[in-house]
Structures are given as structure tokens and as C-alpha cells.
């Protein structure tokens, strides 16, 4: 009882710096891919006649990649129709759409996105030639070495951090399709973001000074990562921190240029900042200044978690409308699967020397790739892309990840394994995805297996051509985990299932304290490596059941205790606890002295 007190004591004091729990129910992945579905369901439905989203090429842009993404072809009917309204609206420059200021780089991102660059390369190259001459270049220029409409009558010559997020976005879309935008043009604009940021770490508009806002930070932090800037830069840093010490997915924290209450462009924070988590990847972290709260922007519950918003607030059309409508209910809707999608390099090479000899595993990218011969020494390379390049996906499968296309210029023979690796926080059932290849007519299944340790999934080939790994939709977890899966093994067999609410109750305590720390990721490797065996024992001898659920009780009542309980509860149940150890212990000293 006394060590069941202490551990409890522990747990409390070493999570009174963490933020607690919040009530609703983080979604599954199958109820975001069903919310994306229904997204796509009703950007198909309001098509306009001549193809286009909205208003023009920037909701059609943004409606095109939501749909290139979850892995339709470019063929599919009604995305045909918005590419060719896209390309309809080039204006002779090279630059695209009537405010070419954003149109022009949301085009060449949707352009980019279909990993057609024989098809569509030169008007990607035209458009980076654009953005680049609309580069604010004088030096006594307010907006100097930023982009802003600095074309249309503005007469203060500004450049503000909107516009300028997506342009960068647009150049880097064109550098995936390897168009060189010249360094000195990227430290312009690194110069000109770093001055608009607040003494708080925040940024704001840029076109006129004023409070930081969530929108402004992620197009800003954007912007800076795209030009190079390191992530562990002080500038990114307190951009981030911003961001924490104003953690929201309910609004854009700060309001917009309008100040604090203003519902301005909501969903376009959202996508924003999501970019930016993106392009930062694991690199950094959302988290408040003193770094005692740390969010997961995607997989927390609401109010901080992305996902979990847009599922509980999608409305019953399957469209998303937020109280601006961010310009319109499409580019809302459209913002909202991608953020789901949260899908960010659309175009990504890379290679690996291959020689010759027996056995030869090459490994680029995520990708590992073994030939069984290798008689003639050459290149193999790996291009990662969104753009589907077969036809209509297996029915019943969803695109996890990204296309994947290899090829070699080596000279091999006999067999080729190929392994992927996957996000597990993006699948819903490991076990089930699979490998297709693409064999000129349709896609073909050639999973060997699936490592869900490494989470790797691999096949085997006689040629090299695009892969891509699906899952069953609406592939549910499995209750039961088996040795290979990261479960709460001995809890899952104790109670009977994955998904009874005392295992939950234990993976939150894992997943908000024990993973979150060197010594806490070491003792839940060790017990996934030992307690698989004793899970297995367990379910062998169902009268061990309700023994184990004894034993784990205290477990279970302090993770209660430890995510569902505010700071203040729980220093209160702390305080409680270490005044009925001391009562113990000096009654415990009393009988010794009698």
C-alpha cells in the first residue's frame, strides 16, 4: 500500500508541469479518413460548370491537391476539369489567375502535386520566373526581399507575411521539380520575415506592424524554414513557443490583423501552421516558452488537437464553414482535408550508388531495396510524390504515405525486395497494409510482410516501376495485439480487449508521461520486448484474469489519477497522500515505542 502511495505521489508531482487530458474522445484514423471522404464528396458536388472551386484558381488549387493527395489521379473526371481551368487562367507572363499575387504559386503547387512534370514543367519553370520578378528588390522599400501586391497601387511598397508564405511555398514546390531558386534571393526573404517578428516571439502581417497573430506566425515559420533557416534557429524556436504559449485549434489565436476576437481566417491558421509543423518535422515542438506544456498539434484531443476539431466540426454536407469562411466555404472545406491529409512534400528524389554483387540493398529515402544481382553498377533512385501515377486505386484500399516510383539505371537480375517505411500514427491497422505495384495495367499486391516493430512494409518484384502502400478502408484496430504490435500487452489480455477503457486509461499515462521522456521510452521498451510472453500466458489460463486485474488496479486508479485530474487536483491529492504517509509512519514509529 505505502509503494502504490509513493508511486502515486511521483506520477502526480511529475505531471503537475503537463497539461491535462481534455474530455472528448480523440478520433480514430478511420473517422478521419471517413471526414475526408465526405470532404472530397462535397467539393465533387459543388464543382462549378467550367471546372473551377470558389471563386477562381487559388479554392480550385487547393480543392485539386486534396484530391491528387488521397491518391486521384490526375484522369479522375472532375479533377481533369479543375487542372484544365487552373491551366485556362495563364495569363501570358507565366503567372496565373486574376490575383496572380497567390494564384500563381497555388497553381504551381497543384501542378507539382500531380508528378507530372513532362506535362507541366514548363509552366511550374514560367511561374517561378514570375514569382522571382515580383521579388520586392529595392532596397529602400519597406517590403524589401518580401512578396506583397506591390504591383497593384500600393504605394508603401510592402510585402506582408500572406502573401510571402504562399509564395515560397509556390518557388519550393518548383524546386521539386528541380528549378534553382538562387540563394541570395532566399536570404532576401529570410531578412525581410525575421523583421517582422514581436518581441514575443510571434509575428504579425508585415504590410504595418502590430500584435503577433496564429495565421502570421505559421505563414512566417514557413517562409523561414523554406529559405533555409534551421529549425533549431532562435527565430523558429520562439515562433514556436508563440504558438504554445497560445495553443488553440478553436480560432487564430490573436485575431488576425483585426486583433483579439476577430474570427478572422481560421481554417487558414490551421493550414498554416500545419506546414509548418510539417516542414519542421520532428525537429521541433509546439510547446509554451518555459517548456513545461507540450502539444501534439494533430492527434490531441480538441481544443488543441487538429484532427480531432475538424471531425467534431465538419458539418452534415461534409463541408467545413468557419465564421469568415476564410474567402470561401470551398477554400475552407479544401483546408480542412488537407490538414487531415496533412500531407506536405508532394515531390521528393533521391538516389543510391548500386553495385554489383549478390544481395545488394540500396536505401533511399525510406526505402529499402535489395536486389538479388546486381552485374552491371548503377544508380537507383527513389522519387516520393502525391501525384497517383497508375490508375484507380484497388477498391476498398486508401493511399497511406506517398507514391513512390523506383528505378535504376543498374543492370540486375532474379528477384527485387522492396520495404517502405509508414507512420504508424497514420494507420489504423498495421497488420493489414499492403504493397502494390504498378504493372503497366493495374496495380498488384506483392506484399511479402509487414514489420510493425520498424514499420516497414515489404515486397517482392522481378521489374522496377511506382509502388504505394494501402490499407483496407475503414480498417478497424484489432483488439487483440500480437507480439509485434506497441499495446498494452499484459492490460489488453487482463481485460479482454485493446480497447477497454482501463487499457485506454493506461496507453494515455504512457503516451502523455512515460514516452515523453528518456527514462520513461526505456522502461516501455522493455516491456514491450517482456511482456508479450506473460500477455500470451494470460489468455492461455482465463482464471489469471481477474488475479492480474487486481494487480494492475493501482496502475490503473493512478493514470486515472494522472490525465484526468487539473494541476490544482492534483497537488490537492498529492498533498492528501503524503499526509496519510506521515500519519502512517507516526503510527507505525508509536507502536514501536510501546
Excluded at 490551421?270 to 521541433?284: I, P
Excluded at 476498398?396 to 543492370?411: E, M, P
Amino acid at each position: 500500500m505505502v509503494l502504490a502511495l509513493v508511486a502515486l505521489v511521483v506520477a502526480i508531482l511529475l505531471s503537475g508541469g503537463l497539461r491535462t487530458a481534455q474530455a472528448s474522445p480523440a478520433v480514430t484514423q478511420v473517422q478521419i479518413d471517413q471526414a475526408i471522404d465526405n470532404g472530397l464528396l462535397w467539393l465533387r458536388a459543388t464543382q462549378n460548370v467550367d471546372g473551377s472551386w470558389g471563386w477562381g484558381v487559388g479554392e480550385t488549387s487547393f480543392a485539386v491537391q486534396a484530391f491528387l493527395n488521397e491518391g486521384i489521379p490526375e484522369t479522375d473526371p472532375d479533377v481533369a476539369e479543375g487542372i484544365a481551368f487552373i491551366l485556362g487562367q495563364r495569363n501570358a507572363d507565366g503567372s496565373f489567375g486574376g490575383n496572380p499575387y497567390y494564384e500563381t504559386a497555388l497553381a504551381m503547387m497543384a501542378l507539382v502535386a500531380t508528378a507530372n512534370q513532362a506535362e507541366y514543367g514548363d509552366e511550374v519553370t514560367a511561374g517561378a520566373y514570375w514569382l522571382l520578378s515580383i521579388q520586392n528588390l529595392n532596397p529602400s522599400a519597406a517590403g524589401y526581399g518580401g512578396w506583397g501586391y506591390s504591383n497593384t497601387g500600393w504605394t508603401d511598397q510592402s510585402s506582408d507575411n500572406s502573401v510571402n508564405q504562399f509564395n515560397t511555398l509556390g518557388l519550393h514546390s518548383a524546386e521539386m521539380w528541380e528549378y534553382e531558386v538562387p540563394a541570395d534571393r532566399w536570404a532576401l526573404c529570410v531578412d525581410w520575415v525575421s523583421g517582422t517578428q514581436n518581441l514575443d516571439g510571434g509575428f504579425h502581417y508585415g504590410r504595418w506592424s502590430g500584435d503577433s497573430y496564429g495565421s502570421m506566425t505559421g505563414g512566417a515559420l514557413i517562409s523561414l524554414l523554406l529559405a533555409g533557416v534551421d529549425p533549431s534557429d532562435s527565430r523558429i524556436v520562439d515562433g514556436f513557443h508563440w504558438l504554445g504559449d497560445n495553443w488553440t485549434v478553436t480560432e487564430n489565436p490573436g485575431g488576425g490583423r483585426w486583433g483579439p476576437g476577430s474570427p478572422e481566417w481560421h481554417y487558414y491558421y490551421l493550414y498554416s501552421v500545419m506546414k509548418a509543423c510539417e516542414f519542421a518535422a520532428d525537429k521541433v515542438t509546439i510547446s509554451n516558452t518555459a517548456e513545461t506544456v507540450a502539444y501534439d498539434w494533430y492527434r490531441d484531443d480538441e481544443p488543441y488537437g487538429m484532427a480531432d476539431y475538424l471531425v467534431n466540426h465538419q458539418q452534415a454536407n461534409g463541408s467545413w464553414v468557419s465564421a469568415v469562411s476564410d474567402y470561401s466555404v470551398a477554400m475552407t472545406t479544401a483546408e480542412a482535408v488537407l490538414v487531415l491529409q496533412c500531407t506536405v512534400f508532394s515531390y521528393e528524389v533521391l538516389s543510391g550508388e548500386t553495385p554489383t554483387g549478390s544481395n545488394v540493398t540500396v536505401t533511399p529515402g525510406d526505402a529499402i531495396i535489395t536486389f538479388s544481382n546486381v552485374s552491371v553498377a548503377g544508380t537507383t533512385t527513389y522519387i516520393a510524390s502525391t501525384g497517383n501515377p497508375g490508375g484507380e486505386l484497388p477498391a476498398d484500399f486508401r493511399l497511406r504515405g506517398l507514391f513512390v516510383d523506383i528505378t535504376t539505371t543498374a543492370t540486375y537480375s532474379g528477384t527485387v525486395t522492396v520495404g517502405i517505411s509508414y507512420d504508424e500514427s497514420q494507420v489504423s491497422n498495421e497488420a493489414k497494409l499492403k504493397l502494390f505495384h504498378w504493372d503497366g495495367t493495374k496495380w498488384k499486391d506483392v506484399t511479402t510482410s509487414v514489420d510493425t516493430v520498424n514499420n516497414i512494409v515489404y515486397g517482392q518484384v522481378t521489374t522496377l516501376s511506382p509502388f504505394f502502400m494501402g490499407e483496407p478502408a475503414g480498417a478497424e484496430v484489432t483488439p487483440t495485439p500480437t507480439g509485434n504490435e506497441t499495446g498494452c500487452f499484459i492490460a489488453t489480455a487482463a481485460y479482454g480487449s485493446y480497447l477497454d477503457s482501463h487499457v485506454q486509461t493506461l496507453r494515455d499515462f504512457r503516451d502523455s508521461y512515460m514516452v515523453t521522456n528518456p527514462v520513461g521510452r526505456s522502461l516501455v521498451s522493455a516491456y514491450y520486448k517482456l511482456s508479450p510472453p506473460v500477455a500470451e500466458f494470460i489468455d492461455d489460463h482465463p482464471s489469471l484474469k481477474p488475479i492480474v486485474r487486481a494487480g494492475l488496479m493501482p496502475a490503473v486508479v493512478m493514470s486515472t489519477m494522472a490525465v484526468s485530474t487539473t494541476p490544482a487536483e492534483k497537488i490537492a491529492i498529492a498533498l492528501v497522500i503524503l499526509t496519510l504517509l506521515f500519519v502512517m509512519r507516526e503510527r507505525k514509529g508509536q507502536r514501536k515505542a510501546t
